[in-house]
């Protein structure tokens, strides 16, 4: 077999998690799917799966054995092994050491609270607490459940430790409405691993600075004046280098969403004190990711304490802050530079001038005006234009999507020199 007719997923151990939504019975077409791109898969069902679908379905399409009960005994007592021995035949500590990704689909919102709570109650949710490797979530739940800010808030947390998700999407779901919630399609579901696999190292040994987040420049020691940035898209490029294998730095201003887990973070409150740190850190890194959304001004003065209301009303002297993004252009020397820009009018055209004046090596430009693509969505919709010019428009995707298309076209522009 050649390697471009080879299956994708070939060796691959996968553990297929179902749970118990009323799109377990897709676990079957998934587990046939897997298999067929030559993945060796593992089920494990939750008490509340088997009320939807029998293990004896799975167990003869896998031709594995179906995990279920996190205390049935082993079949040969461990009293007599050394620990690490004994360990190894621990039912979830086993699982998770035996499987080179973990897949929950369907997730409910009963599995990623758990998970995200870092609660083990069970088989499944054990061994995902256990695990050491890649976890994907592909949910499927009612709208409001998935619209729950509860509920993403424990998405926001897993994404920002590191686990995937693919996200479901709209369409008719079990209760008669026509919203997201429901599976995405199983061929997307293995296409995300198959991408999650074969990008988990495309930036090992890259060292990667990113920023985050808004600055604040105060006009007395209450007030300051600052931005709309939530930190959500720096963040996400910052998860992604690190999930691709990058040693990443995340220098972040004020952010409303966690800190990824695996970076090095350094947290900045002004326009200067960003620039200190990026300056510092852009020494040794081999590309440059700049999302934050730094001041353009500041207050000429800051005021001691206070300014006591009068009412007369304030007029503020404002000075320009220094261009971080263009002091790295003119000295970037062999580091790949990215940058990214908000424009609401000709966001093509002033996103050109910008990577030209900046001497950039990709812009990335949005307009929050568009839907999908505001300040503080979880989405966004884009479009990257390289130093050639050359303008890719992305479809509206999650931030996390966004990022690590971002990553892979700097990625091919680093090898064409």
Known sequence: MSPMNR?????????????????AYKGVELLRELTKRGARVTVCMTSAARQFISPLTFEVLSGNSVLIDLFTSPPKTTADLAPSEASSRVKHIEASTD???I???PATANIIGKVASGIADDLLSSIVIAAQGKVVFAPAMNVRMWENPIVQENVARLRSLGYCFVEPESGA???GEEAKGRLAPIEKIVEELELLLRDRNALSGTRVLVTA????EPIDDVRYISNRSSGKMGHAIASAARDMGAQVTLVSGRVSVEPPSGVKLVTVRTAADMRTAVMAAARNAT??????AVSDFAPARTEKGKIPRSGEGLTLKLRGTRDILGELGKKKGKKLLVGFAVEVEKEVARAKEKLKKKNLDLIVVNNPLL?????EEDTNIVSMIDRRGRVEKLPRLSKY???REVLKKALTLRKKG
């Open 103 to 105: 897949l929950i689909a």
């Open 213 to 216: 987040g808004r600055t604040e």
């Open 173 to 175: 779901l079990a209760c």
């Open 401 to 403: 999507e966004v990022a």
């Open 371 to 375: 839907e999908g693509a505001a300040f």
């Open 287 to 292: 590309m440059v990711v700049m999302t934050a």
């Open 7 to 23: 299956p994708k997923l070939k060796g691959t151990r996968v553990l297929l998690g179902i749970t118990g939504s009323i799109a």
């Open 99 to 101: 499987s080179d990704l």
